[in-house]
C-alpha cells in the first residue's frame, strides 16, 4: 500500500511525502521538496564579500538574522576579524530575538493545531482567543528585539563585518527590557501550555548535534557537539558528508555515516544544564529526562527555549544598559581566507564556510538545519510504524500522525534549498 | 432582515522565495487576528490545510514559478482569481534568484551547487506578470507591513489602492544631511520606488532598489552619480541593480534620450 501526502500544509515552504506499507512495514519514507533552486552558493560567488550575508539572509524570511549573522561569522573567521564585546551581546540579542518569533510561530501557528485535531488556526483562534493572544504577543517581543537591534525584524539591516553599523538608541532598549520583563510570565505560560499536551510515543535513537559552549547555554557560539566529541565549526564540516540522491533539490547530511538531528531537542539534550532559572523549572516540570529520543519532544524543547531565550535577553539587556553603548570601528587589514562560521539558528546549527580573495567571494557552501535534519526525519518516519496504535488506525489518520512527526521537527523547506 | 454581506474570499499563494512576505503578515500580530475575521480563507497553506475552493475574490501571490509545477499552480490560481496581487521583489521584480540570469551561463550556476542536476528545473526567472496578468503590486524585500495592511483594506472596501511614483529620498531621514551617496555610498535611493519608509539608508545600509524603480527615471544621471559620487565601475553598478533582480525593470523604466 502506498502513502501519499502532497502539500504538506503548515510547514515553512513546500514538500510532499510517499512510502510504501510493506505487510505493516514502512519502506521507502521520502520528503519530497517542492521549491525551486536559488542557487544561493553560485551567484554569490564573483561578489563582493559583505553582499554575502545580506544576500544570504534572503534565503529564508522565517530566520533570515541566523543567515545574515552566520554569514558575517563565516567572513570574519576567514579574516581574522576580532569583534568588541557590545557588538557581541547585540548579535546574540538579535539571535534570542530570533528564536522567540520563529518558535512562537512554529508552536502556535503549525504546530497546535494537531493536537486538537483541527484542520486550520482557525479553529483554534476561536477555541483559544486567549492563548492566541498570549501568542501573538510573545513573538511580537521577539520580533521587537530583532527591529530595535538589527533596524527591521526581517531581513535585518546593521550587522556589518567586524560588528554593526549601528547602535540601537538607548532609550527604546530600555523599553525592550520593559517588554521582556512584563511579558516573561506569558512566556511561561505558554510554556505551560505545551507542557499539559500529550506527545505520541515514539523511540528511534539517533545522535543530537548542537553548539556548545561552557560559559552558556549555546547559541551565538560555541563547538559543534556530537556525542562525546566536540569540534570546531571547521573540524566538524571536514567530516560531515553532504549527499543528494538521484532528482533531489534539497540534499541530505550524514555524520560518520549515521543520520543525526538538530535543533531545539539537540540543544536541551546537550545542554540543558545551562538553562536559565524558570526554563530549567518549566524542564524539571515537564519530566523530560535526557537521553530522550522521541522527535515530538522538539516541540516541548522549542516552547522551554522561548522562556530561556526572554530570560537571557532580560540578563543581556541589563548587562548592557549598565554603560554607555559605543561600538568601536573594526580593525580590517586582510580581505583574503577561508573560514567557516556556525550559529544555532531556531531549527538547529547553521554552518557557513566560505573562501575569499581580496574581498571577492570564490566558494560559499552553506549547510542548513533543516538539510541536516531530513535524513533523520526520512530515517524516523521508515520506524513509523512502531510509533503506538499505528497498526489499528485508519488510513487518514496515519497520514495525520506523518503530518504531525514532520511538523514536530519545524522544517524549513526554503532553508533546504537553497 | 438585513442580511449580512458575503466575506471575501482570500488566498495566499507562495512560490519560490523566502517567505518572508507572509511572515511579514503575520507580524501585523493583533492586525492579522483582525483580518482574519474580515474575510474567508480560500487557501492560505501556512495556516491551515482545508480542501481549495473554487473561486478566490483576492489572490495574493509571493515568490517566483520556478518549478513546472509552480507555473502550473499559477496559471489556475489567476484563472480562479478575481484580483490578483503580487506580493514582494521575488513577485514583482524577480528577487535575488534572478540573479543567476545576470550572470552568463545558468546551468554553471546549476552544477556548482548540485552534482546531480537531472530533474532540477533551472528556467529564466521570471516575475509574476511576466506570467499571468497582475492587478496590483505591492513591492519590497521585505514587504512593508503596514503599506500591505493598508492596500489590502483598501481593495476589500472596493477602493481605489495606489503607491504613489516618489523616490525613496522623499523618505529618507539622512535627506539634506548626510546623504549616503553624497558621502560616497552606493545608493540607489533616487531612482527607487518609495512607500518603505526608507529604513535602509535609516540605518546606515544604501538603498539597493528592492522596491524597484519609479517610473520614467534618468538612469543615465543615477549611473553617473554612482561612477563619480561611489567610485564604482560599470560592472559594480550591475551588479547592484541585479540584487533584486530589478536590473530588468530599471532599464525599461529609463527614459529614452
Redesign the interface.
Known sequence: MRIRIDHIAKIEGHASFTADIVRGDIKGARIKIEEGARLFEGILRGRKDEELPEIASRICGVCPVVHNLTGFKALENAYNIQLDETAIVLRKLMMLGQLINSHALHLFFFSLADFFGYKTDLQLINAYPESTHDAVKVRDVGNKIVEIIGGRSIHPLTPSLGGLRKAPDPGKLKELLNDLRNNLELAIKLGDLFLNLKYPEFYRETSYVSLSNSGEYAIYDGDVKVGKLNLKPEEFLLLVKEFQGPDMVAKRTKFAGNTYMVGALARLHNNSDKLNPEAKKLLEKSGMKFPLYNPFYNILAQAIEVVHCFEESIKLLELLLTGEIKLSEPKITNRTGEGAGAIEAPRGTLFYSVKAKEGVIEDLNIITPTAQNLANLEADLEEFEHIEGFKNIKREERAEKIKMLIRAYDPCVTCSVH | MNKEPKKPVIAIL???????????I??L??R??EF?TKVN?GDF??????PDVKHYDIAIVEG????K??LRRLKIVRKKSKILIALGACACVG???E??DY?GD?N???R?????I?????PNVKSVKELVKVDFEIPG??INKDEFFSVINKILKGEKAEIEQKPVCEECPRKNKNCLLLLGKPCLGAISLAGCGA??P????PCDGCRGPRKKINLEAMKKALKYKAHLHDN?IE?IME?FGEKNEIIKNSIKK
Not at chain 2, 14 to 24: F, K, N, R, Y
Not at chain 2, 202 to 205: G, S, W
Open positions: 507562495s512560490l519560490t522565495c523566502c517567505e518572508g512576505c507572509q511572515v511579514a503575520f507580524d500580530g493583533e492579522f487576528l482574519l480563507i497553506r501556512l495556516a491551515e490545510e482545508l517566483t514559478a520556478i518549478t509545477e509552480q528577487g535575488p534568484q540573479i543567476k550572470r545558468k554553471r550556476l546549476l556548482y551547487v548540485y552534482p546531480n537531472r530533474g532540477i528545473d533551472n524585500c521585505p529604513p535602509c535609516a540605518n546606515n545600509f559594480e551588479m540584487r
